[in-house]
Protein backbone atom coordinates (compact mmCIF):
# COMPACT_ATOMS: atom_id res chain seq x y z
CA UNK A 1 0.00 0.00 0.00
CA UNK A 2 1.32 3.27 -0.98
CA UNK A 3 2.20 5.45 2.49
CA UNK A 4 0.36 8.29 1.70
CA UNK A 5 -3.04 6.17 1.73
CA UNK A 6 -1.14 4.78 4.96
CA UNK A 7 -1.22 8.67 5.79
CA UNK A 8 -4.87 9.57 4.40
CA UNK A 9 -6.24 6.77 6.68
CA UNK A 10 -4.40 6.99 9.69
CA UNK A 11 -5.59 10.54 9.47
CA UNK A 12 -9.03 10.01 9.36
CA UNK A 13 -8.41 7.60 11.65
CA UNK A 14 -7.23 10.23 14.72
CA UNK A 15 -10.01 13.11 13.47
CA UNK A 16 -12.60 10.45 13.65
CA UNK A 17 -11.24 9.13 17.11
CA UNK A 18 -11.63 12.51 18.43
CA UNK A 19 -15.23 12.90 19.35
CA UNK A 20 -15.66 9.15 21.13
CA UNK A 21 -12.07 10.22 23.23
CA UNK A 22 -13.19 13.54 24.10
CA UNK A 23 -16.92 11.20 25.49
CA UNK A 24 -15.48 8.75 26.98
CA UNK A 25 -12.92 11.62 29.21
CA UNK A 26 -16.26 13.30 30.23
CA UNK A 27 -15.41 16.46 28.18
CA UNK A 28 -18.43 18.23 28.29
CA UNK A 29 -17.65 22.35 27.07
CA UNK A 30 -19.75 24.09 24.86
CA UNK A 31 -19.00 23.59 21.23
CA UNK A 32 -17.56 26.65 20.10
CA UNK A 33 -15.26 26.73 23.00
CA UNK A 34 -14.60 23.19 22.30
CA UNK A 35 -13.45 23.69 19.09
CA UNK A 36 -11.00 26.57 19.90
CA UNK A 37 -9.59 24.68 22.94
CA UNK A 38 -9.51 21.58 20.37
CA UNK A 39 -7.75 23.81 17.63
CA UNK A 40 -5.65 25.79 19.36
CA UNK A 41 -3.71 22.54 21.67
CA UNK A 42 -3.05 21.06 18.13
CA UNK A 43 -1.35 24.31 17.11
CA UNK A 44 0.42 24.89 20.14
CA UNK A 45 1.37 21.06 20.23
CA UNK A 46 2.81 21.10 17.24
CA UNK A 47 4.76 24.54 17.47
CA UNK A 48 7.03 22.99 20.66
CA UNK A 49 7.17 19.87 18.50
CA UNK A 50 8.42 21.68 15.61
CA UNK A 51 10.79 23.65 18.18
CA UNK A 52 12.45 20.68 19.48
CA UNK A 53 12.92 18.70 16.36
CA UNK A 54 14.55 21.54 14.90
CA UNK A 55 16.38 22.58 18.28
CA UNK A 56 15.05 26.32 17.81
CA UNK A 57 13.02 28.10 15.18
CA UNK A 58 13.86 27.53 11.63
CA UNK A 59 12.98 28.73 8.75
CA UNK A 60 9.89 27.44 6.80
CA UNK A 61 10.89 26.51 3.38
CA UNK A 62 8.25 28.36 1.52
CA UNK A 63 9.15 30.41 -1.04
CA UNK A 64 7.50 33.95 -1.94
CA UNK A 65 5.13 32.46 -4.65
CA UNK A 66 3.55 29.92 -1.73
CA UNK A 67 2.73 32.15 1.35
CA UNK A 68 -0.53 33.23 -0.07
CA UNK A 69 -1.56 29.82 -0.72
CA UNK A 70 -1.05 29.43 2.83
CA UNK A 71 -2.53 32.53 4.14
CA UNK A 72 -5.38 31.61 1.92
CA UNK A 73 -5.77 28.05 3.41
CA UNK A 74 -5.61 29.41 7.06
CA UNK A 75 -8.13 32.32 5.98
CA UNK A 76 -10.54 29.83 4.50
CA UNK A 77 -10.04 26.48 6.83
CA UNK A 78 -8.90 27.95 9.56
CA UNK A 79 -11.30 31.31 10.38
CA UNK A 80 -13.98 30.97 7.94
CA UNK A 81 -15.09 27.49 8.06
CA UNK A 82 -14.84 26.85 11.81
CA UNK A 83 -17.10 30.01 12.67
CA UNK A 84 -19.93 28.92 9.95
CA UNK A 85 -19.92 25.60 11.26
CA UNK A 86 -20.35 26.97 14.64
CA UNK A 87 -23.37 28.98 13.69
CA UNK A 88 -24.98 26.48 11.23
CA UNK A 89 -24.49 24.08 14.45
CA UNK A 90 -26.77 26.08 16.28
CA UNK A 91 -29.88 26.86 13.79
CA UNK A 92 -29.57 23.07 12.50
CA UNK A 93 -30.22 19.79 13.81
CA UNK A 94 -27.42 17.35 14.97
CA UNK A 95 -28.19 14.85 12.40
CA UNK A 96 -28.54 17.37 9.45
CA UNK A 97 -25.48 18.79 10.12
CA UNK A 98 -23.80 15.15 10.08
CA UNK A 99 -25.05 14.63 7.28
CA UNK A 100 -24.10 17.52 4.92
CA UNK A 101 -20.85 17.48 6.13
CA UNK A 102 -20.42 14.71 3.54
CA UNK A 103 -20.02 17.69 1.16
CA UNK A 104 -16.46 18.83 1.98
CA UNK A 105 -15.08 15.39 0.09
CA UNK A 106 -17.77 16.24 -2.83
CA UNK A 107 -16.25 19.98 -3.05
CA UNK A 108 -13.14 19.24 -2.54
CA UNK A 109 -12.87 16.93 -5.24
CA UNK A 110 -14.76 18.85 -7.73
CA UNK A 111 -12.72 22.02 -7.00
CA UNK A 112 -9.60 19.86 -7.36
CA UNK A 113 -10.96 18.49 -11.07
CA UNK A 114 -12.46 21.69 -11.90
CA UNK A 115 -10.53 24.87 -10.65
CA UNK A 116 -7.08 23.01 -10.06
CA UNK A 117 -7.21 20.41 -12.98
CA UNK A 118 -6.32 17.34 -10.55
CA UNK A 119 -6.46 14.09 -12.54
CA UNK A 120 -9.80 12.10 -12.35
CA UNK A 121 -10.04 8.49 -13.94
CA UNK A 122 -13.66 6.86 -13.51
CA UNK A 123 -12.21 4.55 -11.14
CA UNK A 124 -11.34 7.60 -8.77
CA UNK A 125 -15.04 8.58 -8.83
CA UNK A 126 -16.66 5.32 -8.57
CA UNK A 127 -14.28 4.96 -5.59
CA UNK A 128 -15.68 8.41 -4.21
CA UNK A 129 -19.10 8.06 -4.82
CA UNK A 130 -18.73 4.93 -2.85
CA UNK A 131 -17.04 6.25 -0.12
CA UNK A 132 -19.60 9.56 0.40
CA UNK A 133 -22.59 6.83 -0.45
CA UNK A 134 -21.20 5.44 2.71
CA UNK A 135 -20.77 8.34 4.82
CA UNK A 136 -24.27 9.49 3.99
CA UNK A 137 -25.77 5.91 5.29
CA UNK A 138 -23.84 6.13 8.13
CA UNK A 139 -25.25 9.73 9.42
CA UNK A 140 -28.12 9.61 7.99
CA UNK A 141 -31.31 11.23 10.42
CA UNK A 142 -32.88 7.72 11.04
CA UNK A 143 -35.17 9.46 13.49
CA UNK A 144 -37.09 12.74 12.78
CA UNK A 145 -35.07 16.04 13.12
CA UNK A 146 -35.55 19.64 11.92
CA UNK A 147 -33.80 22.32 11.29
CA UNK A 148 -34.82 25.89 12.57
CA UNK A 149 -34.36 27.40 9.10
CA UNK A 150 -32.57 27.58 6.26
CA UNK A 151 -30.21 29.39 7.48
CA UNK A 152 -28.30 26.98 9.13
CA UNK A 153 -28.05 24.09 6.71
CA UNK A 154 -26.40 27.21 4.03
CA UNK A 155 -23.71 27.95 7.06
CA UNK A 156 -22.86 24.35 7.21
CA UNK A 157 -22.43 24.21 3.20
CA UNK A 158 -20.55 27.22 3.46
CA UNK A 159 -18.53 25.95 6.29
CA UNK A 160 -17.61 22.58 3.50
CA UNK A 161 -16.78 25.01 1.16
CA UNK A 162 -14.30 26.53 3.31
CA UNK A 163 -12.56 23.35 3.69
CA UNK A 164 -12.66 22.46 0.07
CA UNK A 165 -11.06 25.85 -0.80
CA UNK A 166 -8.56 25.28 2.33
CA UNK A 167 -7.86 21.56 1.20
CA UNK A 168 -6.57 22.43 -2.48
CA UNK A 169 -4.82 25.84 -1.12
CA UNK A 170 -3.18 23.42 1.10
CA UNK A 171 -2.22 21.16 -1.71
CA UNK A 172 0.03 23.78 -3.23
CA UNK A 173 1.89 24.38 -0.26
CA UNK A 174 2.17 20.20 0.74
CA UNK A 175 6.07 19.88 -0.31
CA UNK A 176 6.88 22.46 2.57
CA UNK A 177 7.40 21.71 6.19
CA UNK A 178 4.04 19.62 7.24
CA UNK A 179 4.35 20.74 10.99
CA UNK A 180 4.83 24.38 10.76
CA UNK A 181 1.33 23.95 7.87
CA UNK A 182 -0.51 22.36 10.59
CA UNK A 183 0.38 24.13 13.48
CA UNK A 184 -0.33 27.62 11.52
CA UNK A 185 -3.89 26.28 10.51
CA UNK A 186 -4.91 25.26 14.18
CA UNK A 187 -3.79 28.42 15.79
CA UNK A 188 -5.38 30.50 13.76
CA UNK A 189 -8.61 28.16 14.16
CA UNK A 190 -8.14 28.17 17.81
CA UNK A 191 -7.38 31.37 18.59
CA UNK A 192 -10.68 32.32 16.44
CA UNK A 193 -13.07 29.89 17.96
CA UNK A 194 -11.56 30.12 21.40
CA UNK A 195 -11.96 33.82 21.71
CA UNK A 196 -15.46 34.30 20.02
CA UNK A 197 -16.49 31.58 22.24
CA UNK A 198 -14.97 33.41 25.45
CA UNK A 199 -16.56 36.98 23.98
CA UNK A 200 -20.02 35.16 24.14
CA UNK A 201 -19.87 34.19 27.72
CA UNK A 202 -18.46 30.59 27.46
CA UNK A 203 -16.65 29.82 30.35
CA UNK A 204 -12.72 27.44 30.34
CA UNK A 205 -13.52 24.48 31.59
CA UNK A 206 -11.73 23.09 35.11
CA UNK A 207 -8.01 21.61 34.91
CA UNK A 208 -9.18 18.37 35.02
CA UNK A 209 -11.65 18.60 31.60
CA UNK A 210 -8.51 21.06 29.90
CA UNK A 211 -6.26 18.15 30.27
CA UNK A 212 -7.92 15.55 27.70
CA UNK A 213 -9.09 18.47 25.81
CA UNK A 214 -5.63 19.28 24.96
CA UNK A 215 -4.58 15.46 24.37
CA UNK A 216 -7.60 14.81 22.41
CA UNK A 217 -6.69 17.88 20.10
CA UNK A 218 -3.02 17.31 19.90
CA UNK A 219 -3.83 14.04 18.34
CA UNK A 220 -7.02 14.49 16.80
CA UNK A 221 -6.96 18.19 15.24
CA UNK A 222 -2.91 18.33 15.36
CA UNK A 223 -0.91 15.22 14.48
CA UNK A 224 -4.13 14.41 12.18
CA UNK A 225 -3.59 17.34 9.93
CA UNK A 226 -0.06 16.82 9.88
CA UNK A 227 -0.56 13.46 8.29
CA UNK A 228 -3.23 15.07 6.01
CA UNK A 229 -0.85 17.70 4.53
CA UNK A 230 1.78 14.39 3.98
CA UNK A 231 -1.10 12.58 2.56
CA UNK A 232 -1.61 15.45 0.09
CA UNK A 233 1.96 15.57 -0.97
CA UNK A 234 1.13 12.11 -2.46
CA UNK A 235 -2.03 11.68 -3.37
CA UNK A 236 -3.20 15.47 -4.51
CA UNK A 237 -6.23 16.96 -3.13
CA UNK A 238 -9.59 14.43 -4.59
CA UNK A 239 -8.34 10.93 -3.25
CA UNK A 240 -6.96 12.79 0.04
CA UNK A 241 -10.48 14.29 1.03
CA UNK A 242 -11.92 10.65 -0.24
CA UNK A 243 -9.65 8.72 2.04
CA UNK A 244 -10.26 11.73 4.62
CA UNK A 245 -14.23 10.86 4.37
CA UNK A 246 -13.95 7.85 5.85
CA UNK A 247 -13.24 9.33 9.59
CA UNK A 248 -17.08 9.19 10.81
CA UNK A 249 -17.04 5.43 9.87
CA UNK A 250 -13.23 5.29 11.77
CA UNK A 251 -14.90 7.06 14.66
CA UNK A 252 -17.64 4.85 14.54
CA UNK A 253 -15.59 1.78 14.56
CA UNK A 254 -13.94 2.92 18.17
CA UNK A 255 -17.23 4.10 19.30
CA UNK A 256 -18.04 0.15 19.34
CA UNK A 257 -14.84 -0.64 20.32
CA UNK A 258 -14.05 1.34 23.04
CA UNK A 259 -17.31 2.55 24.02
CA UNK A 260 -19.63 -0.42 23.57
CA UNK A 261 -22.08 0.94 21.16
CA UNK A 262 -24.25 -1.35 19.55
CA UNK A 263 -23.73 -2.82 15.45
CA UNK A 264 -26.93 -1.09 13.34
CA UNK A 265 -27.19 -2.80 10.32
CA UNK A 266 -26.73 1.16 9.04
CA UNK A 267 -23.35 0.86 10.19
CA UNK A 268 -22.60 -2.36 8.33
CA UNK A 269 -24.00 -1.10 4.72
CA UNK A 270 -21.91 2.05 5.51
CA UNK A 271 -18.98 -0.13 6.13
CA UNK A 272 -19.40 -1.98 2.83
CA UNK A 273 -20.06 1.01 0.79
CA UNK A 274 -16.45 2.93 2.10
CA UNK A 275 -14.76 -0.84 2.11
CA UNK A 276 -15.68 -0.92 -2.08
CA UNK A 277 -14.41 2.78 -2.22
CA UNK A 278 -11.46 2.56 -0.28
CA UNK A 279 -10.19 -1.26 -2.42
CA UNK A 280 -11.25 0.42 -5.64
CA UNK A 281 -8.95 3.58 -5.17
CA UNK A 282 -6.19 1.38 -4.21
CA UNK A 283 -6.58 -0.79 -6.84
CA UNK A 284 -6.02 2.49 -8.91
CA UNK A 285 -3.14 2.14 -11.63
CA UNK A 286 -2.47 5.36 -13.41
CA UNK A 287 -0.02 5.31 -15.79
CA UNK A 288 1.31 6.72 -19.55
CA UNK A 289 3.89 8.76 -20.84
CA UNK A 290 4.14 12.48 -19.36
CA UNK A 291 6.38 15.80 -19.63
CA UNK A 292 7.60 17.04 -15.75
CA UNK A 293 8.75 20.92 -16.21
CA UNK A 294 11.66 22.48 -14.40
CA UNK A 295 10.49 22.70 -10.73
CA UNK A 296 12.07 23.79 -7.85
CA UNK A 297 10.73 23.21 -4.33
CA UNK A 298 12.18 22.30 -0.98
CA UNK A 299 11.24 18.72 0.90
CA UNK A 300 12.37 15.59 1.84
CA UNK A 301 13.29 12.91 -0.78
CA UNK A 302 15.76 10.37 -1.52
CA UNK A 303 17.61 10.57 -4.85
CA UNK A 304 15.25 8.60 -7.08
CA UNK A 305 13.95 8.69 -11.09
CA UNK A 306 13.13 12.61 -9.86
CA UNK A 307 15.40 13.76 -7.92
CA UNK A 308 18.75 13.39 -10.11
CA UNK A 309 20.48 16.44 -8.52
CA UNK A 310 23.94 18.13 -7.62
CA UNK A 311 24.59 19.33 -4.19
CA UNK A 312 25.58 23.21 -3.43
CA UNK A 313 26.99 21.59 0.13
CA UNK A 314 29.12 19.10 1.15
CA UNK A 315 26.34 15.59 1.73
CA UNK A 316 27.48 12.69 3.59
CA UNK A 317 24.77 10.78 1.54
CA UNK A 318 22.39 9.92 4.37
CA UNK A 319 18.51 9.79 2.85
CA UNK A 320 16.12 10.90 3.13
CA UNK A 321 16.95 14.75 3.50
CA UNK A 322 15.22 18.07 2.72
CA UNK A 323 17.31 20.85 0.99
CA UNK A 324 15.88 23.39 -1.98
CA UNK A 325 16.51 21.49 -4.64
CA UNK A 326 15.58 21.58 -8.70
CA UNK A 327 14.22 19.31 -10.99
CA UNK A 328 15.25 19.38 -14.99
CA UNK A 329 12.76 18.75 -17.53
CA UNK A 330 12.17 14.92 -18.25
CA UNK A 331 10.31 12.89 -19.94
CA UNK A 332 9.18 9.15 -18.73
CA UNK A 333 6.20 6.60 -18.44
CA UNK A 334 5.72 5.22 -14.97
CA UNK A 335 2.48 4.88 -12.49
CA UNK A 336 1.54 7.65 -10.65
CA UNK A 337 -0.54 9.66 -8.33
CA UNK A 338 -0.95 13.73 -9.08
CA UNK A 339 1.87 14.22 -5.83
CA UNK A 340 3.78 17.19 -5.90
CA UNK A 341 5.88 16.27 -8.56
CA UNK A 342 2.48 15.21 -10.70
CA UNK A 343 0.36 17.92 -11.86
CA UNK A 344 0.67 17.98 -15.69
CA UNK A 345 -2.57 18.23 -17.56
CA UNK A 346 -3.76 15.11 -19.56
Known amino acids: ?6 YALAAAALFGASTPLAKLLGVDVAPMLLA ?3 YLSSGVGLAIVRFARDRGWQRTGLTVREWPWLMGAILFGGVLAPVALMFGLTRTAGATASLMLNLESVLTALLAWVVFRENADRRIVIGMIAIVLGGIVL ?5 SATAHDWTGPLAVAFACLCWAIDNNLTRKVSASDALFIAGSKGLAAGVVNTSLALAIGAQLPAVTTLGPILLVGFLGYGVSLVLFVLALRGLGSARTGAYFSTAPFLGAVISILILGEPVSLWFLVAA ?5 GVWIHL ?12 LAHNHRHRHDEHHQHEHGFEWDGSEPHSHPHEHAPIRHSHAHFPDIHHRHKH
Open 36 to 38: GLL
Open 283 to 294: MENHAHEHQHEP
Open 139 to 143: SWPHQ
Open 272 to 276: ALMAI
Open 1 to 6: MNLSVL
